[in-house]
């Protein structure tokens, strides 16, 4: 069946510059979440979604970083005025409550 | 918080050698634990996961056990394979409302033929 996919695969934006993000998580999955893997920092949580409501925003960065699920399905992770500091590849996962979490194969961000 | 330390490595092996790679972890409560492995070019994967104490996970000839007294969820293989080269994240997820998982740095390795 179809895993998580995310678009874009590869983005470069320039500073200053707003990029969305977007997941399209396995159908049926309750549960999403957002990660970000850098060279510097590994792999971080950024924000968890059951349904559409995300209890869990504790990994966010900065209120530059925003997301939202619609219809318990499609999320999309927004950055705002982006810094270089956020070059990094956004993973995103999905999972039955507290079962295996499935991830996609990243979005590669680029800030120029 | 949540944290988990692992080997960074890089590790480098000769086919056929045993592997073990370490792992420790700090948590408040009971967690589940998790090896997830990168390979060359793809997405995170799970590999092996425990949920209590003494929970022995294993996949694909990998093994780790959950051990609650010294917090520790070392990965081991008796013979690895070429096919074995990827990166190794150590993880950990408290439950109680978020499932999210806490990484360790991860460890590369390399299995030369």
């Known amino acids: 069946g179809a895993g998580v996919s995310q678009s874009p695969s590869n983005k470069v934006t320039e500073k200053g510059k707003d990029v969305e993000l977007r997941c399209d998580p396995i159908?049926?999955?309750?549960?999403l979440y957002w990660y970000r893997q850098s060279l510097g920092q590994g792999l971080e949580f950024l924000i968890y979604?059951?349904?559409?409501?995300?209890?869990?925003k504790s990994g966010l960065p900065s209120d530059r970083f925003s997301a939202e699920r619609t219809g318990g399905s499609v999320s999309t992770l927004t950055i705002q005025r982006t810094q270089q500091e956020d070059s990094a590849v956004y993973l995103c996962?999905?999972?039955?409550?507290?079962?295996?979490?499935?991830f996609g194969p990243g979005t590669r961000l680029t800030v120029t | 918080g949540d944290s988990v330390t692992q080997m960074e490595g890089p590790v480098t092996l000769s086919e056929e050698a045993f592997l073990t790679i370490n792992c420790t972890y700090t948590a408040t409560g009971y967690p589940s634990l998790f090896w997830y492995v990168q390979y060359p070019g793809e997405g995170l994967q799970l590999l092996l996961k425990?949920?209590?104490?003494?929970d022995k996970g294993s996949n694909k000839g990998f093994e780790a056990t959950y051990r609650k007294e010294t917090t520790s969820f070392h990965l081991e293989k008796g013979s690895v394979q070429v096919s074995d080269s990827a990166v190794y994240f150590c993880?950990?997820?408290?439950?109680?409302?978020?499932?999210?998982?806490?990484f360790g740095k991860g460890t590369k390795l390399t299995v030369n033929p």
């Open positions: 159908s049926g999955h309750t549960a």
């Open positions: 993880a950990l997820s408290e439950g109680g409302g978020s499932e999210k998982l806490v």
């Open positions: 996962a999905s999972s039955k409550r507290s079962y295996e979490q499935y």
């Open positions: 425990a949920t209590k104490a003494d």
């Open positions: 979604f059951q349904g559409n409501s995300a209890p869990d």
